[in-house]
């Protein structure tokens, strides 16, 4: 079941990537929402399959993900990225648990 919230991430990353390009033609958004979507479903599939390092595959995406969202939702407070820098926190803060308690047995 830990896999789900890696594999929520990539749809939604990937579909925000999409609308931002339909929207604005932003081939950035795009090619970063795609991107961080997909290290997302390969972390989710490595999660799957109780292959190692998946935790820690999601928690370099929520931290891509932070960075690249984290400064545009301070700067222009828009609800999308607000919401994102708040699921990548979430997402991040997840998996970094997940990540120990795999790597210590907790």
């Known amino acids: 079941m830990s896999h789900h919230p890696a594999y929520s991430m990539a749809g939604l990353c990937a579909i925000g ?16 929402g795609v991107g961080i979507g997909s ?8 999660i799957q399959k109780n292959q190692s390092m998946g935790h820690d595959i999601a928690l370099g995406a929520s931290t891509l993900l932070l960075w690249a969202m984290g400064p545009k939702a301070v700067r222009t407070r828009a609800p999308v990225p607000l919401v994102m820098t708040t699921l990548g926190t979430a997402s991040a803060v997840y998996h970094a648990k997940k990540g120990y308690e795999e790597v210590y047995g907790v």
């Open 17 to 32: 990537g999409i609308m931002g390009y339909i929207k604005g033609r932003s081939v950035v958004s795009l090619v970063a």
């Open 39 to 46: 290290i997302y479903f390969f972390a989710g599939h490595r």
